[in-house]
């Protein structure tokens, strides 16, 4: 009979023992030595049936086909734009795939997108060699300006994210700020108060630091609700 050792959303360090028998199986993030299941490395513990896999606290981004994300423009040639999307490898935005309208050879490509430019883009290849390819064809695809860009570890987008975009909207409507959380980890954030613009920032980034505890969504309503009540008590 196969026993878990650990508990649920526990965070365990590498070589740390997660269950001991064979009835468990050792999936992302785990290795099988002996009798036991190990971590692999520095994560959340997971449990799904027979199923023992770790949410790792770190690493960069692995880019996938289907994620939205946010890149910068970091070279532009004859053929398109070079985007850092904070991974190891970057991505390439074609002509045909960089807007709706047809762009003729030799155009001047710093017209659509410039040197310095933060794009939300779609990923819509990643071959075995790691080139990525992007698209801006779909909606909410666009250039963004202006605000700020924050970087968060990309094994916690999903807590900023929430079920089904619950706690983004949170913050948005708590700062009245505009908020793009891109899967690669950047996120960009502007409001028209540079105030309510920085307690958005902080909140992310609150998030991000106590994403593996309990009680999240609760403990951040409260934090905005008590923030936003001193800043309107500063501004009377």
């Given at each position: 009979m196969g026993t878990i050792l650990v508990k649920e959303k526990s965070v365990v360090v590498p070589g740390e023992e997660l269950a001991e028998g064979m009835d468990y199986?050792?999936?992302?993030?785990?290795?099988?030595?002996g009798d036991f299941i190990r971590a692999a490395k520095l994560g959340l513990v997971n449990v799904d049936g027979k199923v023992i896999k770790l949410i790792p606290l770190?690493?960069?981004?692995?880019?996938?086909?289907?994620?939205t994300?946010?890149?910068q423009v970091i070279d532009i040639s004859f053929s398109g734009w070079?985007?850092?999307?904070?991974?190891a490898y970057s991505?390439?935005?074609?002509?045909?795939?960089?807007?709706?309208?047809?762009?003729?050879r030799g155009a001047d490509l710093t017209q659509y997108y410039n040197l310095g430019d933060y794009l939300v883009a779609k990923i819509t290849n990643v071959t075995s060699q790691k080139l990525v390819d992007l698209s801006m064809k779909g909606p909410g695809l666009r250039?963004?300006?202006?605000?700020?860009?924050?970087?968060v570890n990309t094994n916690k987008v999903p807590r900023v994210i929430g079920k089904q975009g619950s706690m983004v909207v949170t913050v948005k409507n708590a700062t009245d700020t505009k908020i793009i959380v891109g899967q690669n980890g950047l996120v960009w954030v502007m409001g028209e108060n540079p105030k309510m613009e920085a307690l958005a920032v902080n909140t992310i980034k609150k998030i991000e630091a106590e994403a593996h505890m309990p009680?999240?969504?609760?403990r951040i309503k409260n934090y905005l609700e008590e923030e936003v009540r001193k800043l309107k008590g500063e501004s009377q």
């Open positions: 199986l050792p999936a992302q993030g785990t290795y099988r030595q770190s690493g960069r981004y692995l880019p996938k086909k289907g994620d994300i946010i890149g070079r985007l850092d999307i904070n991974s991505a390439m935005l074609s002509l045909k795939d960089a807007t709706s309208e047809f762009i003729i250039s963004v300006r202006g605000g700020r860009i924050v970087k009680g999240l969504t609760e």
